[in-house]
């Protein structure tokens, strides 16, 4: 009850390629459905270079920003979002630090990863970019908006 008066954000959680390609992805899902958040968009995706661009348009100066492009495009990504109380600040913690090497086990990247540079998923930084990044890579009629039934906790 308490919860239903806080703000519900969104993030957008992306399956990298790599962990598409290592069969992470029902792992990676489970974590965030364990957790209980709520998923509102899911689908595997081969991204364009544009839209990798568009996606990492901050990182743009940065001297591993053609290897993150070549990477985020070198196969199909899974693309999520999910809705909760809190949930981009939470989800980043599920996910880890960005060096895996530094992340905490019991994280994704510190159980499933080793390299910063195919480190498995990906997670917005904040609220708004959460609903900046749903807007980019999710068209109109791929989020679905639903009520849990009978579990009000996984809202
Ligand atoms: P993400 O956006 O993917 O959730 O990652 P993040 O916030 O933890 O890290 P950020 O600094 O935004 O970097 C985005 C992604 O770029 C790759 N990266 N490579 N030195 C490197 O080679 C390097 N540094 C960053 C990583 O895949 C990182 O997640």
Redo the contacts with the bound molecule.
């Keep these: 009850l308490i919860a239903s008066l806080e703000q519900v954000d969104q993030t957008y959680i ?1 399956v ?1 390629p790599d962990g598409v390609q290592r069969g992470l992805v029902g792992e990676i899902i489970s974590r965030f459905e364990k957790k209980g958040f709520k998923l509102t968009g899911l689908k595997l995706f081969q991204c364009s270079k544009e839209l990798a661009e568009e996606h ?1 348009k ?2 743009k100066q ?3 920003f053609p ?2 492009i070549d ?2 495009t070198s196969g199909p990504v899974v693309c999520m979002a999910w809705e909760g109380v809190g949930v981009v600040a939470s989800a ?1 913690k599920l ?1 880890g ?3 895996p090497l530094q992340a905490e086990p019991g994280t994704i990247r510190g159980d499933l990863a080793v ?5 498995v ?5 904040s609220p708004e970019n959460g609903k900046r990044e749903i807007a980019l890579w999710f068209k109109e009629g791929e989020i679905c908006e639903w009520t849990p039934v009978q579990a009000p906790w996984i809202r």
Aim: aromatic share 12%; charged share 30%.
């Design positions: 992306m990298k990492y901050d990182l940065k001297s591993f290897k993150l990477y985020i980043r996910i630090a960005t060096d390299q910063t540079g195919r480190n998923v990906h997670g917005s930084d």
